[in-house]
Nanobody
Framework: QVQLEESGGGLVQAGGSLRLSCAAS????????MGWYRQAPGKQRELVAT???????EYADSVKGRFTISRDNAKNTVYLQMNSLKPEDTAAYTC???????????????WGQGTLVTVSS
């Protein structure tokens, strides 16, 4: 099966930056789209950013101009560069990937375990 592993979270001061990484692993697969979600305590999970295999990106209004999603298809990895971080960005960030697993010849929708981002004031 395809598995996702996030990294790069941590504690930063407001105004600082972090780069999150999400690496997909498996045997033989292709990814159609990847994205980042986040969920703060007591809040609903929300979509932060997505990127398709063609490179199209979408962002939540709250992060536009501050966050950038990118991908490295050779590494099956998606990144989220987070700049000008605010305390309200504090959340568990989770990676999602959708694609096709050629071993099982089936579509997949994989989720990582999440990485915690804490922004202090």
């Amino acid at each position: 099966q395809v598995q996702l592993e996030e990294s790069g979270g941590g504690l930063v001061q407001a105004g600082g930056s972090l780069r999150l990484s999400c690496a997909a692993s498996g045997r033989i697969f292709s990814i159609n789209a990847m994205g980042w979600y986040r969920q703060a305590p007591g809040k609903q999970r929300e979509l932060v950013a997505t990127i398709t295999s063609g490179g199209s990106t979408e962002y939540a209004d709250s992060v536009k101009g501050r966050f950038t999603i990118s991908r490295d298809n050779a590494k099956n990895t998606v990144y989220l560069q987070m700049n000008s971080l605010k305390p309200e960005d504090t959340a568990a960030y989770t990676c999602n990937a959708q694609g096709r697993d050629y071993v099982s010849n089936s579509a997949f929708d994989a989720w990582g375990q999440g990485t915690l981002v804490t922004v202090s004031s």
